[in-house]
């Protein structure tokens, strides 16, 4: 060794330093590439993605590898900058050489390939991947002798590699991908993909109208008056009952019968020969199960009920549509935005249209309304003028009936 020159030897010094770069920034790069872009890129038949996704079946085994490779090139590098030191300025420079290498080591073959393998991880992980795929058939005998040390080691501690559970993204996690794509996707896109990734955890009871609110047709009424409620309605299916709503017979399309609504024979006999089959959903169906009945059914509307058959309210497909792309749509009236910042709500409002509106967390797994809410919370109706702090908002009794809260105000938030 004492015949070589001293500038071969700093020659090989740089290749090893350099060769240390690279195991150092590939093993980064391979390690934090995004797993659902590499399946992208591999679906689109991108060759170093299809190298990279190979290898990353097996990390274990890449790992392996390079370690091996960065030990390797790291060790020798040490015996080079000791022979160089020794040649230079005998055994009083070993350690002047030591201190020094590992500062050259840590910057130029640690640091600065990792930061920017961190930054840039699909260049310098595509480009390696064609390098790690011959090496590690190569080197695969010495390799998977490490690994099996390795993993009889970490079997000894509880960990098996084999069942390492392999990436995947939960809902919650989901959600906060796709909240976090706010360079990427239009405000309204983005909340339509958190209203669809929602729709499994609520209920039709969530985002139907609610009893008490239901326009329907008495059959007890005179017919002059249901003549005129049918020219007047907003709506073009009504449900058809005697009395009240839980004697339902049947919803009545609109357009079946407005020919006929001037007919001198057009009576009640009439209207209930035109009803469809009332439908009737329980209350605990999920939305997303709700919106394949109403396909598959080719329904648009239904009743909902409890566990004791009781009508509780009423869903149409619109209501399940609005759940999705509800911002869209114009701010919901009952909802008002205040000039100081506050809220001026209508405590029929739903909880889930109030968190959708505002972007609250107000909790929607007890009372599915605003009213429900603040009589669970007070135990009692307050009255006007009455002030509280609810859930961390402080909101003002504006007005209430007998039975119900009817409207609040929610403070501006400090």
């Known amino acids: 060794m004492n015949d070589i020159p001293l500038s071969i030897l700093f020659s090989v010094l740089a290749v090893l330093l350099l060769l240390s770069a690279f195991f150092s920034g590939s093993e980064t790069a391979l390690m934090t590439l995004n797993r659902y872009r590499l399946q992208h890129l591999v679906k689109q038949k991108h060759r170093g993605a299809m190298k990279a996704h190979q290898l990353l079946k097996r990390p274990d085994r890449l ?74 058939k190569v080197f695969y005998p010495i390799v998977w002798i490490v690994n099996v040390i390795s993993n009889l080691l970490l079997r000894i501690v509880g960990v098996n590699p084999k069942k390492a559970k392999k990436d995947s993204l939960d809902k ?89 609504i001037n007919h001198p024979n057009f009576d009640k006999q009439v209207i209930i020969e035109s009803l469809v089959k009332p439908f009737f959903i329980p209350a605990s ?73 505002t972007q609250w967390d107000l909790p929607t797994e007890g009372p599915k309304t605003l009213n429900g809410l603040i009589i669970e919370y007070m135990e009692t109706i307050p009255e006007p003028s009455t002030s509280i702090k609810l859930h961390g908002h402080i909101i003002e009794i504006i007005q209430r009936d007998e039975h119900t809260v009817k409207s609040v105000r929610f403070h501006p938030s400090n």
Do not use: C
């Not at 139907?208 to 009424?221: A, F, N, P, S």
């Not at 009781?310 to 209501?319: E, F, S, W």
């Open 172 to 260: 919650n996690e989901l959600k906060s991908i796709v909240a976090d794509t706010d360079h990427l996707l239009p405000a309204r896109y983005q909340k339509m993909l958190l209203s669809i990734l929602d729709l499994e955890s609520a209920s039709v009871e969530d985002i139907m109208t609610h009893r008490k609110e239901i326009v329907g047709v008495d059959l007890e009424d005179s017919i002059e008056d249901i003549v005129e409620q049918l020219r007047n309605s907003p709506h073009t299916r009504l449900p058809v009952y005697k009395k009240n709503i839980d004697r339902v017979i049947g919803f009545l399309h609109l357009r079946t019968v407005l020919s006929n």
């Open 63 to 136: 790992l392996g590898l390079i370690l091996l490779g960065n030990n390797f090139v790291n060790i020798l590098a040490s015996s080079i900058a000791t022979l160089i030191a020794i040649r230079i300025g005998g055994d009083e420079a070993i350690a002047p050489a030591t201190a020094i290498l590992t500062i050259v080591v840590l910057i130029f073959s640690e640091v600065t390939p990792k930061t920017l393998a961190a930054l840039k991880p699909e260049t310098l992980a595509f480009i390696s991947a064609w390098f790690y795929a011959p090496m590690l």
């Open 285 to 357: 169906t999920s939305i997303h199960k709700q919106m394949q009945i109403f396909k598959t059914e080719k329904l648009r509307i239904g009743l909902v009920v409890d566990e004791y058959g009781d009508v509780q309210g009423l869903l149409t497909l619109d209501d399940l549509l609005q759940e999705i792309v509800g911002e869209l749509v114009a701010e919901a009236p009952d909802i008002k935005l205040q000039s100081d910042g506050g809220y001026l709500v209508d405590a029929s409002v739903t909880v889930r249209e109030l968190n959708r509106v």
